[in-house]
């Protein structure tokens, strides 16, 4: 895979990604699980949500074949 196929793949799956977590928080945030209003007008509630909104869709983009967890799996070492 060349650079250019590479930041072409990688930029439809951010954006896929992106609006995925973008979902997931809304849903988070509107699910009654947090009292949203006892939050000040800073990132913790935000940055709190975004984690798990993370958390929750990571497991749909993970990798399937072998090859691919092993490399990821790898990567996460750097």
Known sequence: MTKEQFDNRFGNLLADVSASIRKEADRLFSCGGVDAASYGDDYEL?????????????????????????????????
């Open 46 to 78: 935000p940055k709190a949500v975004l984690y798990a909104a993370i958390f929750n869709v990571r497991a749909s983009r993970r990798p399937l074949s072998k090859r691919a967890k092993e490399d990821s799996a790898n990567l996460e070492h750097f």
